[in-house]
């Protein structure tokens, strides 16, 4: 029973610590997201190398504020470049994908100086491709293709200073997991 009792008091101090927070994140504020991705989900398989890693940027403008009484909504446009490379004996496939899109992103703050974020990302996904090691003499083929990019995602940004922060995000996008600076403006 003092188990429960202290349970239940633990929670009651929480709660109200967790209410007392401010966010980090405010409408009118402007935070510049550089991010580097790791783990792909566009190639995966044993043939595939990536050339270079996954890289992103985003710039979020904060538009709606007092929603669930702390929440703040982000919007924002988004760019997001991979280069990934397919060698199976000295023959192969370079791609490449550019992601241009814009992110929508609710905030609400749980713990100080730390801002948690849910959103999604639509956009287009810019993909070309070139051959090499062509087995065929003159054969030297390059594609180009492109469509519809979307994403959902949640992430986080620890405030150092009022200005910058270090940024984590989970999602479907460019990369899995995307870990990298914070810069508000």
């Known amino acids: 029973m003092k188990k429960v009792l202290f349970v239940i008091v633990a ?42 890693p996954p890289v992103s940027a985003s710039l979020e403008i904060g538009i709606v504020d007092g929603l669930a009484e702390k929440g703040v909504i982000g919007i924002g446009p988004y760019l997001g470049y991979s280069s990934y490379k397919y060698e199976y004996s000295g023959y192969g496939w370079k791609y490449s994908n550019i992601i241009l899109g814009a992110r929508g992103s609710f905030h609400y703050p ?13 956009g287009y996904n810019i993909v070309s491709s070139k051959e090499f090691g062509d087995p065929i003499p003159g ?28 940024m984590a995000e989970l999602g479907y996008g460019i990369a899995w997991l995307n870990l990298g600076v914070a810069l508000k403006f």
Do not use: P
């Open 11 to 52: 929670g009651i101090i929480a709660s109200a610590h967790l209410n007392a927070q401010e966010s980090s994140f405010l409408k009118g504020d402007k935070v510049l997201n550089l991010g580097l991705g790791l783990g792909s989900t566009l190639y995966s398989g044993s043939y595939y190398v990536g050339q270079i």
């Open 110 to 122: 749980l713990v100080d100086k730390l801002d948690t974020y849910a959103g999604v990302l639509l």
């Open 139 to 166: 054969n030297d083929d390059s594609f180009a293709s492109s469509g519809l990019a979307w994403s959902g995602f949640i992430g986080a940004r620890y405030f150092f200073s009022d200005a910058i922060a270090a």
